[in-house]
């Protein structure tokens, strides 16, 4: 993958790239602070994030309470003893709404925009909530059809918050920025299963005395963040990579300037605003000349467009590769077992000895607790460490959590009562499991996700990702409460060797994606379109335009990086080309 431009021309790149970086300043909380504006829009986003975690983690006190189960039927049965298998439903119908949710939401994005898309999702997500409402009459019928509808809004919110995140954020905080989703999700999950644990008490604890009002509460509170979000939202600012693909330039930089605090002619502005552009206008041409049928931006260009786009991900080696990453991440981080532990933790602390359901509540509601405080360091420093250690970690943690809650469990299966301490001690390893899953794959796995995609197809590509991870999700949900009953060590075991194989597919396949343009990715995945006579046509336009001049600091140079078309495509790709000697 060397420079395609001779010495003088690399260090040309090289001095560039270590001018921009001086400009960028460090990475981590200083970087937070100075990006204020940046940081506060994805707070905000990140509500999103929050409704994920609190519909994830709502469901699990909900079905350990009598109330809620007398409405239920075989799907939840009060009886531990009973069959499992449509409990599992209940649960695992909403990722399997959130999967669809996520396939749809990628033309989604696409055609409405970030930031539109958002609030269609919010609506949905409203509807399901309502639906749900309804169960107090409708049973079991209307929870499945709440919950499906619900996880079609989650599903499409849990893709493009990452997505708008990641796009309006410069490169030195927008691991910290992605990772603040997996921190709002930690929250929404932690608030959850106190509210949880609160509202248990409404009316008793006892199937005789509990009031509805016990289970109803904590599902129709989803919806004040979901009007937050909605309302907020639409004073949001666009993604300006979104406005740059659907020609709003002027727009764009405008944008651009606002978020980062800097006028509009800045050179930081301006070199920004023109690796968007490039990217763009090369990638619509690779539309054209491929797709000539498809070059028109329509809606329904546009949505036979995202199967050719995911169709073009397998096709070459460069973009498999990326879908690998993306897809098989996704596939480890369900596999871990985070899942089981957070829609079944009551089912499974009562299993580990802790009988009485306000005390597994308790257990549950500090499952929360810690994997909030765990998730801090990851989006202050996520971006200094990178990803790949960090991963890797915390997978040889979480795993070594799993086998040893096995040996406890299987020693100890029988004897909880007389020996109160092994079950305390198994306890306790599930919360560490959870602690080493909040600072690692629990961030990370999404940061992935959300950077490992060039711009025409980072919906696509994050579509496909996310949509891994709920259909693993669905099927852990559907699986979990069987695997309890019919082999409750060897479920433990099983998420600890699929636990340790990811973190050897991270450390032996994963490359490092710290501190990179999103366009640079390119480089790492061994881009294509960076043949030789590519490189010398595009050093040509860039000096014909002024875009050389300009990347050296020249007088006069804005005008013709403001001005120039398709031709900075060259620049990004040859400084890149030369950075990735040094990756």
């Given at each position: 993958?060397?420079?395609?431009?001779?010495?003088?021309?690399?260090?040309?790149?090289?001095?560039?790239?270590?001018?921009?970086?001086?400009?960028?300043?460090?990475?981590?909380?200083?970087?937070?602070?100075?990006?204020?504006?940046?940081?506060?829009?994805?707070?905000?986003?990140?509500?999103?994030?929050?409704?994920?975690?609190?519909?994830?983690?709502?469901?699990?006190?909900?079905?350990?309470?009598?109330?809620?189960?007398?409405?239920?039927?075989?799907?939840?049965?009060?009886?531990?003893?009973?069959?499992?298998?449509?409990?599992?439903?209940?649960?695992?119908?909403?990722?399997?709404?959130?999967?669809?949710?996520?396939?749809?939401?990628?033309?989604?994005?696409?055609?409405?925009?970030?930031?539109?898309?958002?609030?269609?999702?919010?609506?949905?997500?409203?509807?399901?909530?309502?639906?749900?409402?309804?169960?107090?009459s409708g049973g079991h019928e209307t929870i499945l059809a709440g919950r499906f509808i619900t996880g079609m809004g989650v599903g499409s919110l849990a893709m493009i918050v990452p997505i708008y995140n990641s796009e309006v954020a410069p490169p030195e905080v927008r691991g910290s920025l992605v990772a603040l989703q997996q921190l709002a999700i930690c929250f929404g999950i932690m608030i959850s299963f106190w509210i949880d644990y609160g509202t248990n008490y409404i009316g008793g604890t006892k199937?005789?005395?509990?009031?509805?009002?016990?289970?109803?509460?904590?599902?129709?509170?989803?919806?004040?963040?979901?009007?937050?979000?909605?309302?907020?939202?639409?004073?949001?600012?666009?993604?300006?990579?979104?406005?740059?693909?659907?020609?709003?330039?002027?727009?764009?930089?405008?944008?651009?300037?606002?978020?980062?605090?800097?006028?509009?002619?800045?050179?930081?502005?301006?070199?920004?605003?023109?690796?968007?552009?490039?990217?763009?206008?090369?990638?619509?041409?690779?539309?054209?000349?491929?797709?000539?049928?498809?070059?028109?931006?329509?809606?329904?260009?546009?949505?036979?467009?995202?199967?050719?786009?995911?169709?073009?991900?397998?096709?070459?080696?460069?973009?498999?590769?990326?879908?690998?990453?993306?897809?098989?991440?996704?596939?480890?981080q369900q596999w871990s077992g985070i899942n089981a532990v957070l829609y079944y933790a009551p089912q499974i602390f009562k299993q580990l000895g802790l009988g009485d359901n306000t005390t597994s509540l308790l257990a549950t509601g500090v499952v929360g607790i810690v994997m909030f405080i765990a998730t801090v360091p990851a989006v202050l420093w996520i971006d200094r460490v990178g990803r790949k250690p960090v991963l890797t970690i915390g997978a040889l943690g979480m795993a070594t959590c799993h086998?040893?809650?096995?040996?406890?469990?299987?020693?100890?299966?029988?004897?909880?009562?007389?020996?109160?301490?092994?079950?305390?001690?198994?306890?306790?390893?599930?919360?560490?499991?959870?602690?080493?899953?909040?600072?690692?794959?629990?961030?990370?796995?999404?940061?992935?996700?959300?950077?490992?995609?060039?711009?025409?197809?980072?919906?696509?590509?994050?579509?496909?990702?996310?949509?891994?991870?709920?259909?693993?999700?669905?099927?852990?949900?559907?699986?979990?409460?069987?695997?309890?009953?019919?082999?409750?060590?060897?479920?433990?075991?099983?998420?600890?060797?699929?636990?340790?194989?990811?973190?050897?597919?991270?450390?032996?396949?994963?490359?490092?994606?710290?501190?990179?343009?999103?366009?640079?990715?390119?480089?790492?995945?061994?881009?294509?379109?960076?043949?030789?006579?590519?490189?010398?046509?595009?050093?040509?336009?860039?000096?014909?335009?002024?875009?050389?001049?300009?990347?050296?600091?020249?007088?006069?140079?804005?005008?013709?990086?403001?001005?120039?078309?398709?031709?900075?495509?060259?620049?990004?790709?040859?400084?890149?080309?030369?950075?990735?000697?040094?990756?």
């Open positions: 993958m060397g420079g395609g431009g001779g010495s003088g021309a690399a260090g040309f790149y090289d001095a560039a790239l270590q001018r921009r970086e001086a400009m960028m300043g460090k990475s981590g909380p200083a970087a937070l602070v100075k990006n204020f504006r940046v940081f506060s829009i994805a707070c905000f986003a990140c509500i999103g994030g929050v409704l994920y975690g609190y519909n994830q983690g709502m469901f699990s006190g909900v079905l350990a309470m009598p109330a809620f189960q007398k409405h239920m039927g075989e799907y939840d049965p009060i009886d531990p003893n009973a069959s499992q298998t449509k409990k599992g439903w209940l649960t695992a119908i909403l990722e399997l709404g959130a999967w669809l949710g996520t396939l749809l939401s990628g033309f989604m994005a696409e055609v409405l925009s970030r930031k539109y898309g958002v609030l269609v999702a919010c609506l949905v997500f409203m509807l399901g909530v309502v639906i749900q409402a309804t169960s107090i199937l005789e005395t509990q009031s509805d009002a016990a289970w109803l509460v904590p599902i129709c509170l989803q919806l004040a963040p979901a009007l937050i979000l909605f309302f907020g939202m639409m004073f949001m600012p666009f993604s300006p990579r979104w406005l740059i693909h659907h020609g709003r330039e002027a727009e764009a930089r405008k944008v651009l300037s606002n978020l980062r605090g800097l006028s509009q002619d800045h050179e930081l502005v301006e070199l920004e605003f023109l690796e968007i552009k490039a990217q763009s206008l090369f990638e619509k041409r690779s539309v054209a000349e491929l797709f000539p049928e498809l070059r028109e931006q329509t809606a329904w260009n546009i949505f036979k467009l995202q199967f050719v786009a995911i169709k073009k991900l397998f096709q070459t080696k460069a973009m498999f590769r990326r879908v690998i990453v993306a897809t098989v991440t996704m596939f480890f086998i040893i809650i096995a040996v406890i469990v299987a020693k100890n299966i029988d004897q909880w009562e007389t020996h109160k301490a092994a079950g305390w001690a198994a306890v306790a390893m599930v919360w560490l499991f959870v602690i080493h899953f909040g600072y690692s794959w629990g961030p990370c796995a999404w940061i992935i996700v959300a950077e490992i995609w060039p711009l025409s197809t980072r919906p696509y590509g994050v579509a496909l990702g996310a949509s891994s991870n709920w259909m693993n999700n669905f099927i852990v949900g559907q699986v979990t409460p069987d695997m309890l009953n019919a082999i409750p060590y060897g479920t433990y075991i099983i998420f600890g060797v699929l636990t340790y194989m990811g973190a050897a597919f991270i450390w032996f396949f994963v490359p490092e994606t710290k501190r990179l343009t999103l366009e640079e990715m390119d480089i790492i995945f061994g881009s294509e379109g960076t043949a030789q006579a590519d490189n010398e046509r595009m050093e040509e336009i860039n000096a014909e335009i002024g875009l050389t001049q300009f990347l050296r600091g020249d007088s006069g140079a804005n005008h013709g990086a403001a001005t120039g078309s398709d031709t900075g495509y060259g620049a990004e790709k040859e400084k890149g080309e030369h950075y990735a000697e040094h990756v």
